[in-house]
């Protein structure tokens, strides 16, 4: 019996590209694992009315892990237009498969590394090695929403007298979105930054919030890192806020290191980081449990390029390497990492965003090559 089951979701346009590129490295390296095809993404919704079946989430509870390529959203009224005619009008309401993972499996934390490899014509600079931790199941993507909003909820909410304004507007224009935090999801997420920095010899963890406005949930995390970082002497906190730092990792993103944030600035902060590197097609990810794990690229589904192979599969290809680094297989990570880092390198072989007209399986199949000699050797 092989040593791990994988749950196999390619998800939707390039994802079914990233993710045969991702089985050529995979096999290349003879990762001793079983891969089982599960059903998600546009087309089981446009089916079904479902985006992740419930025989997928039973599925996965039987792997290990789940690696993911990409999934397309569209909204509302398009999402509505596309739904078989049986289904159509029956109130059903598309949402986002990747955030309904991450709140089933209790994924709290999203690990999104950000290095410049040398000779990626792309870098903005050079020297940035980021890390972001970003909490992945609280905030504004608990989905704790109302529009319009109901009277019971607007009366409860005039416990703060700031809340009586919105009343003038009348409540059927008024739509609320939450973002509500705990101390145990703030302190799990610090924690995990500390560690990281701790364990890889990590200068600083920078905290992105905005406490100065939201006072009570930035207020929260922020006491949280403070309290956090005494059991670190070594390794300072920083805290940022999220508009400032956007302008600071233009400005010097070599002075920052780990970045820690709640999860609507983690989604920003990380694209912004993605972007120093090279973007979209280097930005791998990991949704991490307690148990379970979902490892999938930041880069979305790119429709048009969907089935033409032409995009940059070095994001996926590191989220494989994430998903070895979570297994423990740390020698088939630093060996994937050094094949990336070396074909990168190399610049000979690469897609068209790095300036080169290789197909995304040629990009694997030349990342392959050299990940199939075991470490120190050749490559
Ligand atoms: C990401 C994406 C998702 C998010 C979308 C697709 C729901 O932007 O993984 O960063 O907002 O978390
Ligand atoms: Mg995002």
């Known amino acids: 019996m092989p040593k791990y089951k994988i749950a196999w979701m390619p998800g939707d346009g390039v994802g079914n590209d990233v993710m045969e590129a991702a089985r050529i490295v995979l096999d290349a ?53 596309e739904l078989a005619p049986e289904l159509k009008n029956k109130g059903l309401v598309y949402f ?10 209790n994924l709290h934390t999203n690990l999104r590394p950000c290095r410049a490899y040398p000779g990626n014509p792309l870098n903005y600079r050079d020297d940035v090695d980021l890390v972001v931790f970003r909490e992945n199941t609280e905030g504004m993507y608990g989905g704790v929403e109302w529009f319009p909003l109901p009277e019971k909820i607007y009366e409860a909410m005039c416990d703060n007298p700031k809340m009586v304004k919105w009343k003038d507007k009348g409540l059927e224009n008024v ?98 980081c993605a972007g120093l590197v090279g973007g979209l097609g280097f930005a791998s990810a990991a949704n991490i449990g307690d148990e379970y794990a979902v490892f999938e690229p930041t880069h979305g589904s790119a429709p048009k390029y969907d ?24 020698d088939l990570a630093k060996r994937l990492d050094d094949a990336v880092a070396h074909v990168i390198r190399e610049k000979k072989v690469g897609t068209y965003d790095v300036g080169l007209s290789n197909t995304t399986l040629e990009v694997a199949e030349e990342i392959a090559r050299h990940a199939s000699t075991p470490a120190g050797v050749g490559a």
């Open 29 to 81: 390296m003879k990762f001793d694992a079983e891969y089982v095809p599960a059903d998600i993404g546009w087309k089981f919704w446009c089916e079904e009315g479902d985006p992740l079946p419930q025989r997928t989430i039973d599925l996965l509870k039987e792997t290990h892990c789940a690696l993911f390529g990409a999934i397309t959203s569209k909204p509302r009224d398009e999402a509505n237009d």
């Open 96 to 105: 986002s498969p990747i955030v309904k993972l991450r709140q089933m499996f």
């Open 307 to 330: 089935g033409m192979y032409k995009v940059n599969p070095m994001a996926m290809l590191l989220t494989v390497k994430l998903m070895f680094d979570w297994l423990g297989e740390d």
């Open 175 to 272: 739509a609320l979105s939450t973002r509500i935090m705990s101390k145990q999801g703030c302190e799990s997420i610090v924690r995990q930054a500390f560690e990281f920095a701790k364990t890889h010899g990590r200068k600083s963890v920078t905290l992105v919030e905005k406490p100065n406005v939201l006072r009570e949930t930035g207020g929260l995390i922020t006491r949280v890192a403070r309290e956090v970082a005494k059991d670190y002497p070594s390794i300072p906190l920083w805290e940022a806020n999220i508009d400032a730092i956007c302008m600071w990792m233009i400005k010097n993103p070599q002075d920052y290191d780990v970045l820690v944030a709640e999860n609507m600035f983690g989604d920003i902060i990380s694209d912004l």
